[in-house]
């Protein structure tokens, strides 16, 4: 008999802002730029020796509508694959792994949700994590969880991860990145040109050609530099509402593994086990797992032993998980609440 998950208001509010955000961020993140086209970029060119330019740029809001409705849906079909191949996992089929196969089923049905593709990443690192998008979901677990926990505390970590999908939270989350790796990848392109302009001046690459090269170059540093401010900070916005969102499913998703396996310190356990085992990883293998899904896993990753830069600074914007003290003492709090 399938069991219920327990009701929360609270996150489907959440949800509700961050579908509307993930909708209308795009939009705002376009006409920022015909914004800055307009009263910066044409202006410039205009200085520069272009123009006159009487006419300003527009985009017709069906085709925004168009290019925005198209990139969300694009991303909801390919999320789930992209996120598979960024952190090396493959789908598996039940003879490979056959009990990690029933135990996803079981607990999915439990759930009254249906059953998930299973996807195995050869990573040391112990995590697991749910995608979803119009072609099914997915749970993917590591080899590094399979070894470092028990029977019972790998079932509160795959039940973690159905409450997910049974919490509609995966999709909104798989989603969410569209806008983030635009923007990423826009500012990053800006950044190279500014640093490629900086060099080029600084070796005196604007001496032969007067003026016209010296306010060319000008135009370009400008219009380098706009794009990546605004790139930058439909980056920051959007990452921001993600990592908001990502650390209060985490608790809906805890209560969620308790209900479905009636043992809230089973799920203690295996966060202390995670957290424990993070700071052995090899640092190859939290590296393989860094750089823009750190918010879709059962255990942070801000453990980490290496020191590259990380996509989104902990140090600027909220954690992507609760800690996870804070998420243990809730999860006895539970037990204890159950043995009453």
Known sequence: MPSTLPEDPSLRRRLLVATALVAVLPFAFIYAFVFVTNQIVLPLLEWQGGGPYHGRVYVDPLFAIVVVAGGLALQAWKGPSIVLGSVGARRVDADEYPDLHARVTRLAR????????????????PNAMAVQGPRGAVVVVTTGLLDALDERELEAVV?????HLANDDATV???????????????????????????TMGHGGDGDGGDGAAKAIIVLLVTAVVTLAVSAMFWAASVLVHRVLSRYREYAADRGAAAITGDPTALASA?????????????????????????????????????????VSTDVFPATHPSTADRIDRLREMAGELER
């Open 173 to 199: 989350m798989t989603v969410a990145w569209l806008l983030p790796t635009v923007t990423y990848y826009l500012a990053t392109a800006a950044a190279y040109v500014i640093y490629g302009m900086a060099r």
């Open 271 to 311: 966060l202390r086990a995670l957290d424990e085992r993070m700071a052995d990883v090899p640092d190859r293998d939290l590296r393989s797992l860094d750089g823009g899904a750190e918010a879709l896993y059962v255990a942070p990753l801000e453990g980490r032993a290496f020191t590259d830069a990380e996509l």
């Open 110 to 125: 439990t759930a009254d949700v249906e059953p998930p593709d299973v996807a195995v990443a050869h990573n040391d690192a």
């Open 159 to 163: 039940a973690h991860e159905v409450s």
